[in-house]
């Protein structure tokens, strides 16, 4: 993944990332921070309430956007002595509250979230009532209501706002059941069962929808996939656009935003990216999305025929993009390699070649094989032109190192 740059990262939302973790702080994090500040009699609650929401908002762009990122860094986290700060730094190059900082000054947010994110520690009550929203949060979702991290907390919290201690933990157990109320009523159940509720408060939990039946054993519900999103395609059709116009055009960008592009924003189940070797005689996957694993991205290599050819390399030597059917597999078997559908399965996909300069350094290959949703016209043409504007913008890029 690239540096912290805000410019890849959409803008802030709440919810499950990829992997199905949370996103950061649960949905109560929100009223610990605006219940001090009124408690408080601060001159703007709500300005308290934004800045504690969005203290961690490089968590929450990385859990929602990151893909098969979050994955890495989940399993990394997972392995002993290995703690989830630094499975951020390896598999990243930096650490998600870094990314808060930057995103924070980058999308210019509330001049009191940036002083709190800049100085955590300054004895400002405002700040220290972000701050003390943010922990009694985690805190209820780390160790519980019930617990010495919880009584330290509501003890800072009692003299922050100048109550006994038996009223500060009141307030805050009252808000975290006010918020559970509010998610469960505006029809978010399964936000509201994130929300760790104290447990004088758990008789709520009656009043959420009954979960739908669980998978039969040995049975697994089908994995969720984007669907076509034209609005975040032009989203990214105009980051893409305004990465090939920079100066610093980079290749691994461009590649990255096709990528996002093609997945989320096309809908697609898979995606590959892949590059010919230099002497032309294979082909190699650099990137993917939606594939399984590491493994299933190291198995998409492929050698050109020594007799014939194949769809791959049909592609990058005619320089034009196809949607490929079962039916032409059946018409001719050699036209789609064997590992391709140990890999694929028998499913339809599109392939794409990457041009620079009129020449094919290699292609997109993408399907929608794992959700069997048919790959309609439109869904081609917008396939090849996330691919077009590649090709256009890594020949740009080549022609303005030449110079």
Known sequence: MPDPDPGRHPAPGTGEGASGTRTGPCHACRDPGHALAAERGDKSPEEVFIATLLYRIGELAFWCFGNEHCERVEQLAKQPGITMETAQERVLGFRLSQLSRRLVHEWRLTDLLKEAIDHPTRQDPRIQTVMLGHQIARCAE???????????????????????????????????????????????????????????????????????????????????????????????????????????????????????????????????????????????????????????????QFARPTTGTNILFETLDRKLPRLVTPDERERDPRLIPDGLVTIMGIVPFMVAPIIISQRSIGLFLADRGLSRRPLDPDSFEDFKHFVQQANLGLTLAQSRQHR
């Open 142 to 300: 780390e160790h519980g209501w019930r617990s010495e991290e919880m009584d330290r907390l509501v003890r800072r919290a009692a003299r922050l706002v100048d109550i006994p201690e038996i009223d500060a933990r009141t307030l805050l157990q009252d808000k975290a059941a006010a918020a559970f109320g509010m998610a469960n009523d505006c029809g978010a159940a399964s936000a509201a069962r994130l929300i760790p509720l104290p447990e004088e408060y758990l008789g709520l939990l009656d009043a959420l929808p009954t979960e739908p039946d669980a998978a039969p054993v040995g049975e697994t519900q089908p994995p969720p996939h984007p669907v076509p999103d034209s609005r975040l395609q032009l989203s990214i059709l105009r980051e893409l656009n305004s990465a090939i116009e920079s100066a610093r055009c980079d290749f691994n960008v461009i590649m990255e935003l096709v990528l996002e592009g093609l997945y989320r924003g096309v809908g697609m189940d898979r995606v590959v990216f892949a590059l010919m070797t230099p002497d032309r005689r294979g082909l190699k996957a650099k990137h993917a999305l939606g594939l399984p694993d590491e493994t299933a991205i190291a198995a998409f």
